[in-house]
């Protein structure tokens, strides 16, 4: 799953948990899928924050 992907899914379960109106085993549920998306994107942008940092470091450092 891309960044993109995983944030655009993520929304729209914000969207739905704020929205109300699911039952509570559907909150826990969306709750759930959001923090597995939650994760996905912060382990891109990890991944990107050290791809980031090791293309700043000069030549022989490392």
Request: glycine share 10%; aromatic share 4%; with cysteine.
């Amino acid at each position: 799953m891309t960044y993109e992907e995983a944030r655009a899914e993520l929304a729209q379960v914000v969207e739905r948990l704020e929205a109300g109106g699911v039952s509570l085993e559907e909150s826990l549920a969306l709750w759930e899928r959001g923090e597995k998306l939650a994760a996905v994107c912060q382990e891109w942008l990890e991944g990107a924050r050290v791809r980031l940092e090791a293309a700043r470091k000069p030549a022989g450092e490392g």
